[in-house]
């Protein structure tokens, strides 16, 4: 492959005079040619080492690199020894993203042709580079049973599985945050053939935009995950950039399923994580996120855990626990279809902070019909809405209730169901 690609750098090379280099996506040097012009600090590393520091690669993620499909500009950056703007051109196969070809600017501006240059130099190398991949795809099956491991609750399992995951190149060491997508259905129950599929191309496309070893995917019975991995990347960046994959994730799976704006699919997204051992702690954010987001629907189809409130906190606890915490009344309430329109009204009213106009309008009734209602409740319910207690406790209590709503099954007092 690398000798393929030396053939190719020195045959474009010489057509315009310029030097050529390919990267790969991690910005390892694979071949380049003689340089005609200057180079700065950043090319000299590149080619006494085969490979850039940390924060140069940080610089050109940051540029948006990953994820365009066309030339682009990579601006000086004199801190991190690039003093010279260069011209690049991603190297895509099916949208995954394989590495780079760059023309320096020290060789002089760069014209139509050399863009043209450019961008057939990528295809040919896209082809040579997607050869070479596909005798990793062999190994990805061993990579995945170390995810399975990376993501059970046994720490000592996961501890093995992280170092076997760096020491065999599956995966670079650095901070890591999870994504889980899930599809319509109930929760735990393993999908259908077809959904299933939809979640692993989704999911797989989505990590092939990312650096070869730094993402990893995995297919669960109900659900998909994608582990990215962000070395030398600030949590607040990590944040941002997995926000935005996760959108491309939905649209991708939305797409898979093909039932366009009809697809019921949710993406969650996990807190940044310093280790890549720490992986469970974010993969359980983002699956609890993407639960709540399709039990409830009402944040959206992609949520990451710091929007869930307290659904956060709700989510952490079992059925049972959450129906012996419940306000008795409100059970009885809850249990009841004939109420159903004043559980709605007092979770409008509640919603709304108690702001009786606002709560009125949403529901259109009359203010006296609202006041009317609430006093139906507290006469069912044995609750003081004008106490902030007894409102925090019917709050949770519909918020516990609209998380679990199967809770009836759980509860234990006789003539009650919840």
């Known amino acids: 492959m690398v000798s393929e690609l030396q053939g190719l750098v020195d045959a474009f090379g010489a057509r315009p005079g310029r030097s050529l280099a390919v990267d790969d996506a991690r910005l390892k040097l694979l071949a380049y040619n003689a340089h005609t012009g200057d180079v700065d600090d950043a090319r000299i590393e590149s080619v006494m080492h085969r490979g850039v520091s940390t924060a140069l690669v ?6 948006g690199a990953a994820q365009t499909s066309d030339v682009f500009t990579l601006p000086p950056c004199p801190r991190i020894g690039i003093t010279m703007e260069r011209v690049g051109m991603p190297i895509r196969h099916d949208d995954a993203l394989l590495g780079y070809v760059w023309l320096i600017g020290s060789d002089g501006p760069v014209g139509d042709r050399d863009v043209e240059l450019l961008r057939e130099a990528a295809a040919q190398a896209a082809l040579v580079l997607h050869r070479g991949r596909l005798g990793v795809e062999a190994t990805r099956s061993h990579a995945r049973e170390l995810v399975r491991d990376l993501v059970a609750p046994d720490q000592a399992l996961r501890t093995e599985a992280g170092a076997a995951l760096v020491e065999e190149e599956h995966a670079v060491a650095g901070p890591v945050a999870v994504l889980v997508a899930m599809v319509g259905g109930e929760e735990s129950e393993p999908l259908a053939e077809e959904r299933r599929l939809a979640l692993e191309l989704a999911v797989d496309r989505c990590r092939r935009r990312l650096p070869p070893s730094r993402g990893l995917a995995l297919t669960r019975p109900d ?7 962000w070395p030398g990347v600030r949590s607040q960046v990590i944040e941002r950039n997995a926000a935005e994959l996760a959108e491309v994730l939905r649209e991708k799976l939305v797409a898979e399923l ?3 704006g009809a697809a019921l699919c949710w993406v969650g997204v996990g807190g940044p ?6 992986t469970f702690s974010s993969y359980e954010e983002a699956r609890r996120a993407a639960e709540v987001a399709r039990i409830t629907r009402t944040l959206g189809h992609v949520v990451a ?3 869930l409130g307290v659904y956060a906190l709700l989510g952490k606890l079992t059925p049972d626990e959450l129906a012996e915490g419940t306000h008795p009344g409100l059970r009885l309430l809850l249990s009841n279809p004939a109420h159903r329109g004043l559980v709605k009204t007092l979770r409008v009213y509640l919603d709304h902070a108690g702001d009786a106009r606002h709560a009125a309008t949403a529901l259109h009734i009359h203010r006296s019909t609202l006041y009317k209602r609430l006093h139906r409740v507290e006469q069912l319910t044995g609750l003081r809405l004008d106490v902030g207690d007894d409102r925090l406790a019917a709050h949770l209590g519909l918020k516990a209730a609209e998380l679990h709503p199967r809770l009836q099954a759980s509860t234990n007092v006789p003539g009650m169901v919840f």
């Open 258 to 260: 093909g039932l366009g």
């Open 223 to 229: 659900h998909a995950l994608l582990l990215t991995i």
């Open 305 to 307: 855990h710091t929007q």
């Open 58 to 63: 940080t610089h050109v993620c940051e540029q």
């Open 273 to 278: 994580r310093p280790r890549l051992t720490e």
